[in-house]
């Protein structure tokens, strides 16, 4: 049984899903590690950047979608194109955003309270455009006193260069005494 418990501690610390600390507590006390899967489902958090990656078509979608609303309304007449020409343009940017974040990393947040009630489990996955954030601040940060100096540009590069798209960064968090978890993947 101890040998058991040693290699799950084991195989959880290779996985990710605890620190060596952590594992090492577990030891000390002589208790059992922690089924720490995700906070959502069983979906591990290093299988969900792989997952997700895949839907950065739908904000696409969408963009096309108020694109063609605002090209409808410029084909209206009379005075709808005030309204057809910032939908088309928001659209038009929406779908340049999302074609440049299509390989971007992603930020995946799940969140467990420990409650018994709604919500007892949040969950957040969005693209991170890196290089359009990171395009914007070269071109317009002067403009902005607080990244005027800053190299905010080069280290989003750098966290950009860095995610292959297979080993993603897991931040997890373990509160209280009610089982509150937060687990971010940015991958």
Not at 131 to 144: D, E, I, N, T
Request: charged share 25%; with cysteine.
């Amino acid at each position: 049984m101890d040998e058991e418990r040693r290699e799950k501690l084991l195989h959880d610390v290779e996985e990710g899903r605890i620190d060596v600390e952590e594992a090492i507590r577990h030891l000390e006390a002589d208790e059992p590690a922690p089924d720490k899967g995700d906070a959502i489902g069983e979906t591990e958090p290093q299988t969900l950047p792989a997952k997700w990656r895949q839907w950065w078509w739908i904000p696409f979608s969408v963009g096309v979608a108020i694109a063609a609303a605002g090209y409808g309304l410029s084909t209206l007449g009379g005075w709808w194109w005030i309204c057809a020409g910032p939908a088309w343009f928001v659209g038009v940017v929406l779908m340049l955003l999302m074609l440049m974040s299509s390989r971007s990393p992603w930020v995946h947040i799940r969140v467990h309270t420990g409650e018994e009630e709604w919500p007892r489990n949040i969950a957040l996955s969005v693209p991170l455009p890196l290089r359009p954030v990171a395009w914007f601040l070269r071109v317009f940060g002067s403009y902005f006193k607080q990244f005027d100096a800053t190299g905010l540009d080069e280290i989003l590069l750098a966290v950009n260069d860095q995610f292959d798209g297979k080993t993603p960064l897991t931040v997890h968090v373990d509160e209280g005494e009610n089982g509150e978890r937060v687990d971010i993947v940015l991958g």
